[in-house]
C-alpha cells in the first residue's frame, strides 16, 4: 500500500491551500484517512481525519478554516485549508488505516509535505 500526497507549499496568511492524498495497492477499502501535521520541535498532531461512511473529525485549532473530503472508490481524500495562519506551517503527513485485499487492518503513512505561512 503506497500513499501518495500532493499540494502544500507557501501561503501568505489568510490565504488557502489544498492537500490531496491518495492511495493505491491492496487496498479492499479505507476505514478512516486523513491528515496530521508536524512542527518543528512538536509533537505530530491530528488535524483532520474522515471515516469511509462520511464521519470528519478536526483538531480544534482547524475547525471552521480547513474542510477533509473523503472519495472511498478512489480512495482518496482533500483536506481545503482556508485562512491559513503562520501557526499552521508544519509538514503534513497523510494517514490512512486500511484494510487491505489479504483482509489485513493497517496504518500507512505518506511522504511529508510542507505547508508554510508567511508574509
Known amino acids: 500500500v503506497q500513499l501518495q500526497a500532493s499540494g502544500g507549499g507557501l501561503v501568505q496568511p489568510g490565504g488557502s491551500l489544498g492537500l490531496s492524498c491518495a492511495a493505491s495497492g491492496t487496498i479492499f477499502r479505507f476505514n478512516v484517512m486523513g491528515w496530521y501535521r508536524q512542527a518543528p520541535g512538536k509533537q505530530r498532531e491530528l488535524v483532520a481525519v474522515?471515516?469511509?461512511?462520511?464521519?470528519?473529525n478536526y483538531a480544534d485549532s482547524v475547525k471552521g478554516r480547513f474542510t477533509i473530503s473523503g472519495d472511498n472508490a478512489k480512495n482518496r481524500v482533500d483536506l481545503q485549508m482556508n485562512n491559513l495562519k503562520p501557526e499552521d506551517t508544519a509538514v503534513y503527513y497523510c494517514?490512512?488505516?486500511?484494510?487491505?485485499?489479504?483482509?489485513?487492518?493497517?496504518?500507512?503513512w505518506g511522504q511529508g509535505t510542507q505547508v508554510t505561512v508567511s508574509s
Open positions: 474522515i471515516s469511509s461512511s462520511g464521519v470528519a
Open positions: 494517514n490512512a488505516n486500511v484494510i487491505t485485499t489479504t483482509w489485513r487492518t493497517s496504518d500507512y
